[in-house]
């Protein structure tokens, strides 16, 4: 007949082992939390001294950055909130076809010609950053400066331009020609990819 004892030892082996077990898996888990914590912060310092460098090789002085100017704009709520005060008679797409597709002259369209007569420190801003034949954005750059330069260039296109060749300043109309060209050429130095999709549009 077994022993007693042998009967009661038994499930305290079994039990030993599932405890080791148990164990060697909550410390396997806590050793790779440790190493993936130490791993993203060893990773976050080198990604910042590679994001470093990268700005560090791509500096200009501001003497010689469109961007300095570009930003300006940007601190600028006449220039940020462009096509978002477009005057009423613009908004009600009565007129606004015949305005915005084909040559127009000033006394045509008073309002609207007021409306960009407002705008005017925002074209001469961006007329400035033309002469530049470089720009340097932070390479982190934000959303609103692509918004904002797509406002800008449709100022200048469907608005500006037209309103030069309406009343005869070619010369002017020109000029902002070659403002829309160096504004895409800005775009297209910059290493992120949005940015040049905007550029092409």
Same mark, same amino acid.
């Given at each position: ?8 030892? /038994? ?41 470093? $460098? ?12 469109? !961007?300095?100017?570009?930003? /300006? ?5 006449? $220039? ?18 015949? $305005? ?16 960009? /007569? ?22 982190? &750059?934000?959303?609103? !400066?692509?918004?904002? &330069? ?22 002017? $109309? ?28």
């Amino acid at each position: 007949m077994p022993d007693e004892h042998e009967d009661s030892d /038994k499930p305290v082996a079994t039990k030993r082992p599932r405890k080791r077990v148990w164990l060697a898996a909550i410390i396997v888990v806590l050793t790779a939390i440790v190493l993936c914590l130490l791993w993203s912060i060893w990773n976050s310092k080198s990604f910042d001294e590679q994001l470093a $460098a990268i700005e560090a090789g791509r500096a200009i002085p501001d003497s010689e950055n469109a !961007a300095t100017i570009y930003n /300006k704009l940007l601190q600028d709520p006449n $220039a940020t909130t462009l096509l978002d005060s477009l005057p009423q008679f613009i908004l009600n797409k009565t007129s606004d076809e015949l $305005a915005l597709i084909k040559p127009w002259q000033s006394e045509d369209y008073t309002k609207l010609t007021a409306w960009v /007569k407002e705008k005017q420190s925002v074209i001469d801003g961006l007329l400035e950053a033309s002469k530049f034949e470089k720009c340097r954005f932070p390479i982190e &750059m934000p959303l609103p !400066a692509n918004r904002a &330069m797509r406002k800008w260039t449709s100022l200048l296109l469907r608005l500006a331009v037209i309103d030069d060749i309406g009343n005869g300043l070619i010369d002017d $109309a020109i000029d902002k020609w070659r403002c829309l060209l160096q504004i895409g050429h800005h775009l297209r130095q910059q290493p992120l990819f949005d940015a040049h999709l905007v550029a092409i549009a």
